[in-house]
């Protein structure tokens, strides 16, 4: 006995249509892709990054299922046209449109550029299946002419995925040569004849200069600083907002190679291809019409192809008219100034450019104590816990996040400059020596940043907070305060949330047991402490609880013999005697983050940019051009 769990009114619906609804699916994710695929670089959050998973996933899943349905169409006849079967087989090409259209997504994350070779192996059995579909169905008929130009267009967009692919991590060239140094010497030409009364685009031909130059997504570029002391690619002089501009630019020039088409669309190759590619859906969409206009009303399946070969136009279209709203076209334009019309198009850019989002400018904040005290079950807590997933979503419930402050761009401008003078151009090894020796309170305080890296930013997290509330309860505040409260919050958002980015494998086990430490304390005081302010005021002025050795015994290793608690009041007691102790916490997590960000693999720095962004990302490319990875000697 046949059993069916489908209704046989859905089934014979499925049978009909089933197809077509797949291939409107499947546009339907490419629009998603074509709109939001490049927005997660700058609209911080889970939303936006599900969003871009889910449809590029389900995308390249539901090529598949549809080019199995394909490739059970029956072989044509010589002798009996089939103009359904044809219709079919147009959907063949046309999915090689669909899937290779966004230029806004060419990879979700840097393993898929790594995994190229793979997808190029897909890509080429997808196009080998499509173009056998084509010749099955291949019966010398006007609408079967029509496959043709629908097939170069689908072809021309599957090679732009595989060249973006295969450009972005290539590792062809590995050295600067002398060659390349003597190209770059036509740089000052352009910066020579760039018109001064046009904004931004200085800013951006500098950042693209800088990228281009470090190529900081990879690993393997052998970059010496040596065109940091030349005038027209330095930075030094340069007001801490033009720094930040100059820095979201290249970030944003980073994410287009990594993640996009834009380093091949805005070639000389990538435009005849796009103008081919785009008058080729023209052509078939104009000959399809024309070869149904008196029978639409008998062929729906007709009426579905038009309105999908229509939509791939206006996708076409509509990416082809947000070309010149990028830094790429910027580029193009001021390299190929002498032609008529790119002046009024630069007057007409540059301008706007200030306004285009290349991160979320946000900075995201954690703060332990607050985590801490106002920390309560959750939903269906038992079961999370036993996912093991409890503590993240607790975690992401207390995060927040904030507008980047205009003063806290300037510290972070003044404090690197400092640093740079302390290390010159060798890889960075401190977090927190040069700071403390610059302000003369080394010996004392030496023995906090010499801890573990994610000991040393918990007790300074710790300490800041008892100095800033502290300060603030004496009615003592100034922006300086606040931008070191931003930075400790940000730090420790790294540690909870973002341990990876610290290089730190105990992460997680200091953060519990802080977390832990600090409960204990706030049960034994269950009574006054309400707030944070009360919190620190039992850490500033009240004996610790000592621990006995049964306790310490149950702990593990890395944080048996760490007196956390008392670590943090010994250091906040060291800095509220001095007078320049916001000078001093500021100086210290600025050195701590470049600490961070130096070390932190390059991997995840590109993972970052694709979440939004982010201050330790910035610091790290600014680091990146004054370091000298490679000392090279005669």
């Not at 400092?418 to 020796?437: A, C, M, T, V, Y």
């Not at 890296?453 to 300060?471: E, G, L, N, Q, V």
Request: proline fraction near 4%; glycine fraction near 4%.
């Amino acid at each position: 006995m046949h059993i069916t769990f489908i209704p046989g009114q859905l089934q014979d619906l499925w049978d009909l249509w089933g197809l077509e609804i797949l291939v409107l699916l499947s546009f339907t994710i490419q629009v998603i892709l074509t709109v939001y695929g490049s927005r997660r670089k700058d609209i911080p959050g889970m939303w936006i990054r599900f969003s871009v998973w889910f449809t590029y996933l389900l995308s390249a899943s539901l090529a598949k299922i549809i080019i199995g349905k394909l490739t059970v169409i029956p072989e044509s006849d010589p002798d009996e046209r089939n103009i359904r079967r044809e219709l079919k087989a147009l959907f063949a090409p046309l999915l090689l449109v669909q899937i290779g259209n966004p230029d806004a997504i060419t990879a979700y994350s840097i393993e898929d550029n790594r995994l190229g070779l793979r997808q190029l192996l897909t890509l080429v059995l997808q196009v080998a299946v499509v173009i056998w579909i084509i010749v099955k169905s291949w019966t010398h008929s006007e609408l079967s002419y029509l496959y043709l130009p629908l097939l170069v267009s689908g072809l021309i967009k599957q090679g732009e995925v595989v060249w973006a692919l295969k450009s972005s991590l290539s590792k062809t060239s590995g050295i600067i040569t002398i060659q390349e140094i003597d190209q770059e010497a036509n740089m000052p030409d352009l910066f020579r004849f760039l018109p001064e009364d046009i904004p931004n685009i200085g800013l951006i031909l500098k950042a693209y200069y800088r990228f281009i130059s470090l190529k900081p997504h990879r690993e393997n570029w052998l970059y010496q600083p040596l065109y940091e002391s030349l005038p027209w690619m330095s930075i030094d002089d340069y007001p801490p907002e033009e720094i930040f501009k100059i820095t979201d630019a290249e970030l944003s020039f980073m994410y287009d190679v990594l993640y996009t088409k834009a380093p091949i669309i805005y070639t000389k190759a990538g435009c005849i291809l796009r103008v081919v590619s785009f008058l080729n859906l023209v052509l078939t969409l104009c000959g399809f019409s024309i070869l149904f206009r008196q029978a639409f009303s008998s062929h729906w399946k007709a009426c579905f192809i038009v309105g999908v070969l229509a939509g791939a136009v206006l996708m076409e279209a509509y990416q082809i008219g947000q070309l010149p709203f990028s830094d790429w076209a910027i580029i193009q334009m001021i390299k190929h100034q002498h032609l008529p019309f790119m002046i009024p198009c630069l007057r007409l850019l540059g301008p706007r450019a200030t306004n285009w989002k290349r991160w979320s400018n946000t900075l995201p904040q954690f703060n332990l104590l607050s985590f801490c005290i106002h920390d309560k079950p959750l939903k269906c807590g038992k079961i999370l816990k036993f996912r093991g997933i409890d503590m993240g979503m607790k975690k992401n419930r207390s995060r927040r996040r904030i507008q980047f402050p205009q003063e806290l761009k300037v510290l972070v401008v003044q404090e690197m400059k400092h640093i740079d003078g302390d290390r010159g151009l060798k890889p960075f090894n401190q977090r927190g020596e040069w700071s403390l020796g610059r302000y003369g309170c080394l010996n004392d305080l030496k023995w906090s940043v010499k801890r573990d890296f994610d000991k040393s930013i918990t007790i300074w997290h710790i300490a800041t907070d008892i100095c800033y509330y502290s300060d603030v309860q004496c009615n003592f505040t100034t922006p300086k305060i606040q931008m070191a409260k931003s930075l400790s919050d940000y730090m420790m958002y790294l540690l909870a949330l973002r341990p990876h980015m610290l290089s730190m494998t105990t992460a997680k086990i200091i953060f519990r047991h802080a977390c832990a430490k600090l409960k204990t304390l706030l049960v034994q005081n269950e009574e006054s402490v309400k707030d944070e302010k009360e919190a620190c005021r039992i850490l500033r002025v009240e004996r610790l609880p000592q621990y006995s050795n049964l306790e310490r015994k149950s702990e593990t290793v890395v944080t048996s013999k760490w007196h956390m608690l008392r670590d943090a009041q010994r250091l906040a007691r060291n800095l509220m005697v001095r007078e320049n102790r916001w000078q001093i916490i500021c100086s210290v997590w600025m050195e701590m983050l470049c600490y961070a960000a130096a070390n932190c693999s390059v991997d995840y720095h590109s993972e970052q940019i694709r979440r939004g962004g982010g201050l330790i990302t910035h610091v790290w490319i600014m680091l990146a051009h004054k370091t000298d990875k490679y000392h090279i000697s005669d």
